[in-house]
């Protein structure tokens, strides 16, 4: 299962939810899923979507998931001592591993090798890591959502894209609507 059939999975368990999706083709392809108001779509800033994530839990008590890649966290690997750190029950990071760069064609990501981003989110200190296969993700999620823990939730899915068109909106729209839902 590539990231694309993922996310078109989760979409029952994360529709009304915020959710802060990674830079590039995963917010492209889950605009094109199901585009909501409580989705926030990075634009830039690779590696920062389970910071932006993280930093909303903590300034607020609705559920927040994070929606990064492997290929971003590893560029960005002290959010999960962070996160560890400053636990909020309201967080959820969901690591899509499909061991590659998927933005940007594919090549390979050292957590499709010998590094396991599981067992890096432990070793910070992250006390509820799960690692599932794709199809098992939309339970560990919604799961996770249920027992109100922070999780950090590593999906092990396979390499590939599906052509879907660029985000349009502007990134000040994107950022206002997401507010408005917040502040909900």
Not at 9 to 28: E, F, K, M, R, Y
Not at 85 to 106: A, K
């Amino acid at each position: 299962m590539i990231r694309h059939d993922l996310l078109k999975t989760l979409i029952p368990v994360i529709s009304d939810q915020l959710v802060v999706c990674n830079i590039g083709a995963p917010s492209q392809e889950l605009h094109s899923l199901d585009d909501q108001p409580t989705n926030f779509y990075m634009l830039g800033t690779m590696g920062l979507a389970s910071s932006i994530g993280f930093g909303l839990a903590l300034a607020q008590d609705k559920p927040v998931i994070s929606i990064d890649g492997d290929g971003s966290v590893l560029t960005n690997l002290a959010t999960l001592s962070t996160i560890a750190n400053n636990p909020r029950d309201n967080f959820i990071l969901l690591i899509v591993d499909n061991g590659s760069y998927g933005s940007t064609g594919d090549q390979p990501t050292y957590a499709g090798r010998r590094t396991s981003l599981a067992a890096v989110a432990r070793a910070c200190g992250c006390e509820t890591v799960i690692e599932v296969a794709a199809e098992d993700t939309p339970q560990a999620l919604a799961d996770a959502l249920a027992a109100k823990r922070m999780t950090v939730i590593v999906s092990k899915c396979d390499s590939g894209n599906v052509q879907v068109p660029v985000i349009t909106m502007n990134p000040i729209t994107i950022r206002e609507r997401f507010m408005a839902a917040v502040a909900e």
